[in-house]
């Protein structure tokens, strides 16, 4: 950052006044090495104006003639029809801007909870975070919770204040609420002058009269200060400053600049978006405080056969390391990755491997394959510029490769690797979905791999037992999403009713006669047996026994009875779900030295379970899940009573870490359903909750 205080934004037509039309040839930027690149995150709560930040950025710089308008859907970020439609970010989007020879990689990400996936690719693909926090509304939980998450992995942050050109715009409110959420050392370096006319440096202050600072810039410089010295590797800076001794500006800056690149200060820039306000000081932040790709660790690496790897070092003549943070399928240009480069090059016409482990989970089988570099690309939002190569530190795009998904790796194809993979948030909300016809059946099957391809926090599943698709999404505005996209690529589908698989089981003892006994002229069918059905207790499986007597019915053929019954409780007895905890005993029959067949006697086991349960009582099970629910403290009181309505059982609550309470409850899987959407509601935006499978329970007569 320039040792001068910078008084005004920079000089000029300010972005958005000019009528020209936006720059559609703007000019590929290469960065000349690692050193000259930043990669920065913008996050933080939708509509804290993270979209138009970007889009002043890219004016200023000259990126683009003038600035788009989400409404209208021209930004250079929101390309995606569905960001169109729902006027919100759903992907995440990188847009290059050159100040002076240094590269900024600008990588705009969703603020919505639903597409937590989009901006933790965008934060693997990231050196630091850029936080956007709005002047008018306040800070919500979620953006605390990803504050925190940042913190853990120690990533270096900043905070911008916008929308300071709102009539409701308080600066000095806005400071108070990151402090409050963030720590105190969030401190701003500028201050807005009265009437936004421009910004004044809290260490640089300002000679002139006529700049009046909105805030007390004494009050202010003096915890910068203090915060910059209780940074410094400079022991005697603090016993200095408070013997009165002025410290140099210069050597402030740079300690200033080596905390944020470690990721122990936080500065708060002040800006304006739509006026222009501190983008000039925002850029120099940028490039001048945040850190290059080689202050940053890369990610662990591993052999293909999982044996680990020394770390990676950010050389652009070192063995190659990518990894795939997004990927989009284009009408044209068929697949198209974005890709982060950690080591090494990426050349046009060169030979790759991609890999991809971890997901199967998920519906994305481990793979490996070699494919060719065709086309090589820099993007700028869904713009893709050609460029040769893509070096160590930097961000590409490649298209037309046929296996590649997100999270995948992209390496030499002489000596192949895998990235360790970053935390990708589960999905747990449950949207069933069918084909209009069977011609779109068959064409849901197509298209629904290419979408799952690209979104690694879609998991899809074919319920064995109602025969549904689930397409597991991480909420409402997630799964519109998925359906758009299908849609988009002309599948004609609807979402149904998910069911929820129950099981049946025997709730009394009972007998069961089977007789299949058929003549027809030749070679006839004769088996019959008998048996006995008694309940097990809940996770008792199934047991058969024999206990014929005499030889009633031989070995072969006692097997072939329990196959028809084992085939039958598959199919049900009652409601059509499957059997469940019984234990079936063999106790007679007959054979006939001609007739008897293995066919014949699983047929009359089949008969004997169901005339058995016609005779019993059958009680229907249902299934529940384990699930742990972690909230911050003010909100155990209300999550504890929603899981009681929710014919849940609290079974405890510990301390998470000093980050909230896990409240742990079993609770049925039909009232799980839509939870991903109501814990947000409940606990604004703060909740989160994670399930597994526990047992099957007798489902109440009232639900």
Known sequence: MSTKGTRETAKGPGPGTTDAKRGENVAVMA????????????????????????????????????????????TVSDSDPS?????????????????????????????????????????????????????????????????GECEKIRMPRAVVVSKLDHPRADFSAAVGRCQEAFGESVLPLYLPVVGNAGLIGVLHGTEAEDLTPASDLEAAREPLIEGIIAESEDETLMDRYLGGEELPLADLITDLETAVARGSFFPVMPSSAETGLGLSE???????????????????????????????????????????????????LGRVCLVRVFSGTLREDSSIHIGGRGLADRGHEDHDADERITHLYSPVGSSLKAVPQCIAGDICAISKLASAETGDTVSSRETPLLIETWNMPEPLM???????????????????????AADPTLRLERNPDTHQLILW???????????????????????????TPLRETFASKATGHGRHVKQSGGHGQFAI???????????????????????????????????????????????????????????????????????????????????????????????????VVSVPDEYVGAVM??????????????????????????VPDKELLRYAIELRALTAGTGRFRRSFLRHEPLPKQV
């Open 473 to 499: 999404c991480m909420g409402e505005a997630h799964s519109e999403v998925v359906l758009d996209r299908l849609r988009n690529q002309g599948v004609k589908l609807q979402t149904v009713d998910v069911i």
């Open 641 to 666: 009573s929603d899981l009681s309505g929710r014919r849940g059982r609290v079974t405890g609550t510990t301390a998470a870490d000093g980050e909230g309470t896990e409240i742990t409850a079993e």
């Open 529 to 627: 047996c008998d048996i006995e059905v008694e309940p097990l207790d809940r996770g008792g499986g199934f047991e058969f026994t024999d206990k014929i007597v005499g030889g009633a019915i031989p070995g072969t053929f006692v097997t072939s009875v329990e196959k028809g019954v084992r085939s039958q409780m598959l199919k049900g007895v009652s409601a059509g779900f499957p059997i469940v905890d019984i234990k079936v005993t063999l106790v007679g029959g007959r054979t006939h030295s001609v007739d008897s067949s293995d066919a014949a006697f699983q047929a009359a086991g089949a008969l004997a379970l169901r005339e058995a349960a016609a005779a019993a009582k059958i009680q229907l099970l249902e299934p529940v899940s384990s699930v």
């Open 31 to 74: 960065a000349s090495g690692p050193a000259k690149i930043r990669n920065v995150a913008l996050v933080g709560h939708s509509g804290a104006g993270k979209t138009t930040l970007v889009e002043a950025l890219l004016a200023t710089t000259g990126a683009i003639t003038r600035m788009g308008s989400i409404s209208e859907g021209t």
């Open 282 to 332: 925002l850029m120099a932040l940028l490039t001048e405080a945040l850190p290059s790709p080689l202050e940053r660790s890369a990610p662990a690496v591993m052999k293909l056969d999982g044996s680990s790897l020394k770390p990676l070092e950010c050389e652009p003549d070192g063995r190659l390391a990518a990894e795939v943070v997004r990927t989009t399928v284009d009408p044209f």
């Open 430 to 452: 449950p949207v069933a979905i069918e084909g209009a016809s069977r011609s779109d059946e068959d064409a849901l099957a197509k298209s629904i791999g290419k979408v799952a």
């Open 83 to 147: 960001a169109v439609h729902q006027q919100r970010s759903v992907t995440l989007a990188v847009a290059p801007i050159l100040v002076g020879d240094i590269k900024v990689n600008l990588i705009d990400t969703p603020g919505y909870t639903d597409f937590a996936g989009e901006l933790r690719a965008g934060l693997r693909a990231a050196d630091a975070a850029l936080f956007v926090v709005s002047a008018v509304e306040g800070i919500d939980g979620a953006t605390v919770a990803l504050w």
